[in-house]
């Protein structure tokens, strides 16, 4: 029963996210790859970063990070080394180049369009003045307060 | 036999609704009583058949009826019954049925105890509510029906998948649907008023109890979501920026929002078409979700039964929901005109921007998850957009949002003085710099991230703590009166508090965690942020349905034992799965986590610890939140059946 078991684990364990076989000696290297894969998407995975997922590919990214950051490879200069071989949808953060300009711009123009539409109603409210007390008819009047009393 | 009973109970509660979402609706039309007074029954009615149905389903998930293809796709005999019962709603179908469930159990709520609505506004809300119930009715029978059967049952089912066997996630999913379908009631609520063409005060207090149900539900709902990941997934992660968690975002941060705004409609009678068009969206937002988690157009870790079928019938029904509601809105909303007059500085402007904060943040949110399959399909580029994206976008609105929070909550109405407010709160203030000072100062990285959250969280707790107490007035007995405060004014203040205290746990575990990768030998012990670690042991351990290698961890300090730990890896092999079950020590300001992994060929396991600082804050936080909603919901003035019996029926108010 126990060798079974022992098969079991060994045939499905999944190879692990980031193993510390794959860890450098070097931490402050280590620390920059690990940032590094924080931001780069395992590509057979479902929305995770290599730095979390457990798959092969991921693993194989990872150690490919770490290999160029010991060929004395800048951050800017590994990013671009696996963006070149995999496309920009390895990247968690997308580019702010092109049509991601959209998308970056997004946050920042609707909270200006708000802020002025805001501003503008704002404005007129406290501009307006009261008007005739002819909202509510009187049984209409005599039953709200009858709710507020409750 | 009971299947089948399942079955055409909910044909029948399908055609209920038809009626349902028919009759009252000209009833209060044509103003005749007799088809107005249909409503009432007819939401009971459905809601027993549709609980029918569903207690028919959980009978063949107990039962373990392997003859319903449902049940051998997600369950098997060896199972804890507790699972066999979650695994009724851990699967596509089963959890449709879920939230059909919820749509007719609100609707019977209004029915039962929505005594003081007037009856032609409450027949309206009836019946559109009825028309969503059509809608899902509809998906269910035609593209997931549950109740189908196999002519050959085999002996045994497939497992329900192991990650979602777990107290944590067993929950998850009916706390959230109780908030997604909740907002539906505000929906219901937006759209009879507008066919009504009436909304004034009394329509922002009734349908208060409802949007504050539905943000405590979507508030338990999203944190056990993200506890569970926390403790499960095996890396202590609590919040991924997951599409799926994003469509559970969204509209709690639009029905926080809406929770804000209606307070305007209800005191101020100002803000109403804006809270009208929130009340429409955040339903919008809702069926978002349930379109993303099922029709797979967008990857997810929450890959659940995608398929393009089911996807267009929940686009198809979105679409005509939100056309429908937002034409209705652009026809009427000219009837709405705001009464209230206040000024540039006022409890009304700060609830604007507030409301332009959440929402701006939830339309940055709406951006980025939908970006990759716009960019797709409009720029042919295949990209992806994650956490980073989102920590940078969103992160800035929440800052700005705690930052003038205390303020806006102590702000009085109509017309306030800053000065006078920014006094009371100089206090509160100074305390959370000099705390955000402390933290800058003993960190030992240069994260702005950790002392910015725990000024943040300061300044909420103790804003709320001095806007409390300042409403206790002058003099002696102010403590009695603390105590006998409105419960909206502590439900207020709790929530607050809560908020901060959840920035406060994100912040700490952002910028204060410390993480460690080894291999270590039985015997051997190692140094985490201050603790000490020892593998005692590895063991074999059989489990009802899995089989486990649990490792014996010992936890200490300074030679004192704190606990010993067993983090466990475990293999589900009916479903071919494994899962790591982390070993946590909780403790007030930090956890301790652990996570056993692989032998190693030289011999050792690999271990993974983790030092979490304020962990349990960011869901001690999420339960104050609920808590603080609770607390305003249980307030007299908003009870929704107070004064049921004792108003005076009205007629039909005038179109």
């Known amino acids: 029963m ?113 802020g002025v539409t805001g501003v503008v109603y704002l404005r007129r409210r406290s501009a307006a003045t009261a008007p005739a007390e002819a909202g509510l008819s009187d049984a209409e009047e005599a039953r709200l307060k009858e709710i507020m009393k409750e | 036999m009971i299947t089948e009973l399942g079955h055409f109970a909910l044909i029948l509660a399908f055609f209920t609704a038809c009626f349902q979402a028919i009759v009252p609706l000209i009833g209060a039309q044509r103003r005749m009583p007799g088809w107005i007074a249909v409503a009432e029954p007819a939401a009971t009615l459905q809601f027993l058949l549709t609980a029918t149905s569903f207690a028919a389903l959980t009978y063949a998930f107990v039962y373990s009826d392997f003859s319903l293809q449902l049940v051998v796709n997600n369950s098997h005999t060896a199972k804890p019954l507790l699972y066999k019962i979650t695994g009724v709603w851990g699967n596509h179908e089963g959890s449709m049925l879920l939230w059909v469930l919820i749509v007719t159990l609100f609707g019977a709520m209004v029915a039962w105890f929505g005594g003081n609505l007037p009856p032609g506004l409450r027949a309206r809300v009836l019946a559109v509510q009825a028309m969503i119930g059509v809608a899902f009715f509809a998906f269910i029978l035609f593209t997931s029906n549950p109740f189908l059967r196999l002519a050959v049952p085999p002996f045994d089912g497939r497992d329900l998948n192991p990650l979602l066997q777990d107290p944590g996630l067993a929950f998850h999913p009916p706390f959230l649907y109780l908030g997604y379908v909740g907002l539906s009631m505000t929906f219901s609520f937006a759209v009879a008023a507008l066919i009504e063409g009436r909304v004034d005060a009394a329509w922002g207090r009734w349908v208060r109890p409802y949007t504050l149900a539905a943000w405590i539900f979507l508030t338990i709902g999203i944190g056990l979501g993200s506890w569970w990941a926390y403790y499960e997934l095996g890396w202590g992660g609590f919040w991924f920026w997951d599409p799926v968690e994003n469509a559970s975002f969204m509209p709690w941060l639009i029905a926080a929002a809406l929770l804000h705004s209606s307070i305007v409609v209800e005191k101020r009678e100002s803000l109403k078409s804006w809270t009208i068009l929130l009340a429409i969206i955040a339903f919008g937002f809702s069926m978002i979700g349930a379109f993303i988690t099922r029709s797979g157009v967008i990857t997810s870790v929450h890959a659940f039964a995608n398929d393009p079928e089911r996807g267009v019938f929940l686009l198809g029904i979105l679409a005509i929901f939100m056309l429908g509601g937002l ?204 603790f000490t670690i020892t593998l005692d042991g590895v063991r074999e351990v059989q489990g009802p349905n899995f089989l486990s290698t649990t490792g014996d961890i010992t936890l200490s300090r300074a030679g004192d034992v704190i606990a010993t730990m067993h983090p466990e890896k475990r293999i589900y092999p009916v479903a071919g799965m494994p899962t790591t079950e982390a070993a946590l020590n909780n403790g007030f300001l930090r956890d301790i986590y652990v996570v056993i992994g692989d032998p190693q060929a030289n011999g050792g396991w690999a271990v993974r610890s983790y030092y979490k600082p304020l962990a349990n804050w960011i869901w001690g936080g999420s339960i104050l939140m609920a808590l603080g909603g609770a607390l305003s919901l249980s307030d007299r003035r908003y009870r929704v059946a107070a004064g049921a019996r004792k108003a005076p029926r009205a007629g039909v108010p005038a179109e």
């Not at chain 2, 540039?344 to 904060?357: A, F």
């Not at chain 2, 006094?423 to 002392?451: E, V």
């Not at chain 2, 959840?502 to 080894?518: F, H, L, Q, Y």
């Open chain 1, 2 to 114: 126990k060798r079974l078991v022992l098969c079991l684990i060994l045939l499905m364990s999944p190879a692990w996210a980031v193993q510390p076989d794959e860890v450098l000696d070097d931490p402050v290297l280590e620390e920059r790859a690990r940032e590094l894969s924080k931001g780069l998407r395992c590509l057979v995975c479902r929305n995770e970063s290599i730095d979390d997922s457990n798959a092969d590919l991921a693993r194989d990214l990872r150690l490919l990070v770490r290999e160029r950051l010991v060929a004395g490879d800048t951050d800017a200069e590994a990013i671009a080394f696996i963006v070149d071989r995999y496309g920009e949808y390895v990247l968690l953060k997308p580019q702010s180049g092109g049509s991601n300009l959209l998308l970056w711009l997004a946050g920042p123009v609707m909270l200006l369009l708000a």
């Open chain 2, 327 to 530: 034409t209705l809105f652009a026809a009427r909303a000219g009837v709405m005109q705001a009464k209230g007059v206040f000024g540039l500085m006022s409890r009304e402007s700060m609830l604007v921007v507030n409301n332009i904060l959440l929402c701006v943040a939830a339309f940055v949110v709406f951006v980025g998850t939908i970006w990759p399959l716009i960019a797709e399909l409009f720029f042919d580029r295949k990209l992806s957009v994650g956490p980073p994206f989102f920590n940078l976008a969103f992160t800035p609105f929440m800052v700005a949002l705690g930052l003038i929070l205390p303020v806006g909550a102590m702000l009085p109405w109509k017309r306030a003085k800053l000065g006078r407010v920014l006094k009371t709160l100089r206090w509160p203030f100074l305390l959370a710099l000099a705390i955000g000072a402390l933290a800058w100062a003993m960190q030992s990285g240069r994260s702005a991230l950790g002392p910015v959250g725990l000024f943040l969280a300061a300044w909420l707790i103790s804003g709320s703590a001095v806007d409390l107490w300042g409403r206790t007035g002058r003099g002696a007995d102010r403590l009695r009166r603390l105590r006998r405060l409105p419960r909206a004014d502590w439900g207020k203040a709790v929530a607050h508090a809560g908020l901060g205290v959840t920035i406060a746990g994100v912040a700490a575990m952002m910028a204060w965690e410390v993480e460690d990768i080894r291999v270590v030998q039985v015997g051997e012990s190692f140094d985490l942020a201050g």
